[in-house]
């Protein structure tokens, strides 16, 4: 059943799977399964290179029956706000740390980032990260100082004094630029190649190349969140009032 949990059965086609090289999607097609459960399934449990089906299995039987345990008053079994399913919150998570994980991303960081963005009032404190996450305060520096220097979050003081860490409207929007400015620097080194290997030899066409195809995505992608860069800003409509006149 796709929608089901997966089985151990499946576990051990996954690792057959990765151990021949397929990608994600590959695998998941042949088990009749979601993309996203599969690169779940394996990012959460070590990664293409360390997966092991038998110990995944046991680390989710464990994760199911720590939950049944769970007291009324755990966070991860207490009233969501908005009606929110607690479980299909918690899913969505561990999904979107997958992506971030994806592209780079250590988990812990990944986590911290998700929670941020997860969470209405796009900002936290760092207690009340460590709190949410059950991770140490030292972790969640780790993770706020990275996030914060690869411009995905901003910090500041509330009334207080207590420091905040925030996704506003803008960070992605900075978080993109940055990395424009990033990929455009890439051009300009392999550029620079031009002139030490020689403007005629073959590497140095290569590097040529290289700048140009960089100098054109740099300067798409810094365009494209120009002109786009209003929809971060775009705010949630408010539902309209049906009642009947009369």
């Given at each position: 059943m796709p929608g089901g949990r997966l089985t151990q059965q499946e576990r051990q086609q996954i690792a057959l799977g990765l151990a021949d090289g397929l990608a994600y999607a590959e695998i998941a097609r042949r088990l009749g399964r979601p993309t996203s459960t599969v690169t779940r399934e394996v990012m959460r449990n070590g990664g293409p290179t360390?997966?092991?089906?038998?110990?995944?299995?046991?680390?989710?039987?464990?994760?199911a029956h720590?939950?049944?345990?769970?007291?009324?008053?755990?966070?991860?079994?207490s009233p969501q706000a908005h009606g929110r399913d607690a479980e299909a919150v918690r899913e969505y998570e561990e999904t979107f740390t997958t992506v971030f994980m994806q592209s780079g991303l250590p988990k812990m960081t990944a986590r911290v980032l998700v929670n941020?963005?997860?969470?209405?009032?796009g900002s936290l404190?760092?207690?009340?990260?460590?709190?949410?996450?059950?991770i140490s305060p030292a972790s969640v520096s780790k993770a706020v100082t990275f996030l914060e220097s690869q411009g995905l979050i901003r910090r500041e003081r509330d009334e207080r004094r207590r420091e905040r860490y925030i996704v506003d409207d803008d960070v992605m929007y900075q978080s993109t630029m940055a990395g424009a400015r990033s990929t455009a620097h890439l051009g300009e080194v392999a550029r620079q190649g031009v002139g030490v290997l020689g403007p005629h030899t073959p590497a140095a066409a290569r590097l040529e190349n290289i700048a140009r195809f960089v100098d054109f995505?740099?300067?798409?992608?810094?365009?494209?969140?120009d002109q786009a860069r209003e929809i971060l800003h775009t705010k949630p409509e408010t539902p309209?009032?049906?009642?009947?006149n009369g």
């Open positions: 360390t997966y092991r089906a038998d110990l995944a299995h046991r680390a989710t039987e464990h994760r720590r939950r049944r345990k769970a007291a009324p008053g755990d966070p991860d079994t941020l963005y997860t969470t209405d009032a404190t760092a207690a009340e990260l460590a709190a949410g996450l059950r995505v740099s300067e798409s992608i810094a365009r494209a969140a309209r009032d049906h009642t009947p």
